[in-house]
């Protein structure tokens, strides 16, 4: 039986994590913030704090509902304490398993029976995760999107055991974020990692042969067919490093060219060129994060 959720803890405090501790004060629920590291963790909610004050000025949050949101949001040094006090723990460390599957083994060790154990994996097995855990049936996926304060989708990942309760607690609380919620099964990919990669490593074999720049790729799909951002892009932004690391599992899992990373993804991964985050990637990105031009 789960409890109401009131009390989050997001466990990880990169720009996944402390965007979804952002988005959980917001809405009201005292939120915890925990990274092994100390000077990740102060980053982590110096940005989350920055965020706010930058969703004031522009007019995005009411001023009143940020300052109710700082106070909500805090620090945690402690995993064991602050997961212990949670009705959801969501995860939001690197996409590798035997560290997510240490971590669930840990949480199911210290949480109460009735919290809910999430996990942000973008592309890595529910269920694989979930089988260390005592009580799987707990274990979900809540995979937000970057930046997770402001898209608007979540995407639901219901394991093989994962009940129905814990279904509807993960939609309620999607909800309470002002988040619209779609649930899928557990799969290589999920429904968006699989249909997003997919799109991008095609426009990155495009850059790669001489098809057209990365700009005019882009504006294909911008122009031509209503997306928001084009796929080079969204690769810049989502980090070429994760993009990569996606790419392998998914090839592994589900064999075939599709989803073979191309040489141009890999060479760029490998010169340090991750995308937004490092400033160059398949565009370049000036020191505020904003692509030039």
């Not at 979804?20 to 909610?45: E, K, P, V």
């Not at 064999?255 to 073979?260: I, L, P």
Request: some cysteine.
């Amino acid at each position: 039986m789960t409890s109401p959720i009131r009390v989050v803890t997001v466990i990880g405090s990169g720009t996944m994590g402390s965007g979804i501790a952002q988005a959980s004060a917001l809405a009201g629920f005292r939120t915890h913030l925990f990274d092994l590291d100390a000077a990740a963790l102060r980053r982590g909610m110096d940005r989350a704090l920055s965020q706010m004050e930058e969703g004031v000025r522009r007019g995005k949050i009411p001023a009143d509902q940020r300052d109710r949101a700082v106070g909500l949001l805090a620090p945690a040094s402690e995993l064991q304490t602050a997961a212990r006090a949670s009705d959801l723990v969501i995860e939001a460390i690197p996409e590798i398993l035997d560290l997510k599957r240490r971590t669930f083994t840990e949480l199911a060790r210290v949480c109460r029976p009735e919290t809910i154990l999430a996990s942000n994996t973008s592309s890595l097995s529910i269920t694989a995760i979930a089988s260390v855990a005592s009580d799987p049936g707990r274990v979900i996926g809540l995979h937000f999107f970057n930046p997770p304060h402001i898209m608007k989708l979540v995407e639901i990942v219901r394991g093989s055991e994962t009940t129905e309760e814990v279904v509807r607690a993960s939609r309620g609380f999607a909800a309470a974020l002002g988040k619209e919620a779609i649930v899928v099964r557990d799969s290589p990919g999920f429904a968006t990692s699989r249909l997003g990669l997919a799109l991008g490593l095609e426009a990155m074999r495009m850059l790669e042969t001489g098809v057209a720049s990365a700009e005019d790729i882009d504006r294909a799909l911008e122009l031509g067919y209503g997306h928001p951002m084009g796929p080079l892009r969204v690769s810049d932004l989502v980090g070429l490093d994760v993009r990569l690391s996606i790419a392998e599992i998914l090839n592994r899992e589900l064999g075939g060219e599709r989803f073979a990373p191309p040489e141009i993804l890999k060479t760029l991964v490998r010169e340090g060129k991750l995308g937004k985050k490092t400033g160059q990637g398949f565009h370049r990105w000036d020191d505020t994060g904003k692509k030039p031009g």
